[in-house]
T-cell receptor, first 114, second 115 residues
Framework: KAGVTQTPRYLIKTRGQQVTLSCSPISGHRSVSWYQQTPGQGLQFLFEYFSETQRNKGNFPGRFSGRQFSNSRSEMNVSTLELGDSALYLC?????????????FGPGTRLTVT | AQSVTQLGSHVSVSEGALVLLRCNYSSSVPPYLFWYVQYPNQGLQLLLKYTSAATLVKGINGFEAEFKKSETSFHLTKPSAHMSDAAEYFCAVTPANQAGTALIFGKGTTLSVSS
């Protein structure tokens, strides 16, 4: 079974621009979460989507947004990019039935803001 | 609120030596606990999980961890280190009553293995 895929893998943007990152979960997984990883702040939760609805949100400004499509694929958008948004953005998916709680991560999208 | 503390940002061992990576958690409700490993330029791979069943949990690649409620710890061990174990390791917690939602991660421990 294919794992979580994220596109693109690398991205360079200029301050003030906006960016959209894509995540395709493992087949059958309906929950998708996004995390930001930086050397200073470590791994931080952005938001979780299930059945096209945002269920949980971390402590990030409104410039960070996301959505989920009917096939469970998810996108996250960052508007008005700042230098501090440079990070590895990780997507994770999980089963939502039964007693399973682990999340499976994709390889990430490395965003560099110049 | 939940939090995770990983003692030691960098641990160095010799090949064949015991690996011990420390993780302590703070949680107001029973937690579920996880260890993930991250290799350079890759995402996170799940090593093992504790979800209130057996307190000694065995994972992939010979790793195991023991949940100790009295010590609020979930340390990761491996009896004999291999060069391929060199990576960054993250301990994570999620409250059991919100299982499957946001993971709270520790700052990570980089494991170096020398020959």
């Amino acid at each position: 079974k294919a794992g979580v895929t994220q596109t693109p893998r690398y991205l360079i943007k200029t301050r003030g621009q906006q960016v959209t990152l894509s995540c395709s979960p493992i087949s059958g997984h309906r929950s998708v979460s996004w995390y930001q990883q930086t050397p200073g702040q470590g791994l931080q939760f952005l938001f979780e989507y299930f059945s096209e609805t945002q269920r949980n949100k971390g402590n990030f400004p409104g410039r960070f947004s996301g959505r989920q499509f009917s096939n469970s694929r998810s996108e996250m958008n960052v508007s008005t990019l700042e230098l501090g948004d440079s990070a590895l953005y990780l997507c994770a998916s999980r089963w939502t039935s039964g007693q399973t709680y682990e999340q499976y991560f994709g390889p990430g999208t490395r965003l560099t803001v110049t | 609120a939940q939090s995770v503390t990983q003692l030691g940002s960098h641990v160095s061992v010799s090949e064949g030596a015991l690996v011990l990576l420390r993780c302590n958690y703070s949680s107001s409700v029973p937690p579920y606990l996880f260890w993930y490993v991250q290799y350079p330029n890759q995402g996170l791979q799940l090593l093992l999980k504790y979800t209130s069943a057996a307190t000694l949990v065995k994972g992939i690649n010979g790793f195991e961890a023991e949940f100790k409620k009295s010590e609020t710890s979930f340390h990761l061990t491996k009896p004999s280190a291999h060069m391929s174990d060199a990576a960054e390791y993250f301990c994570a917690v999620t409250p059991a009553n919100q299982a499957g939602t946001a993971l709270i991660f520790g700052k990570g421990t980089t494991l170096s293995v020398s020959s």
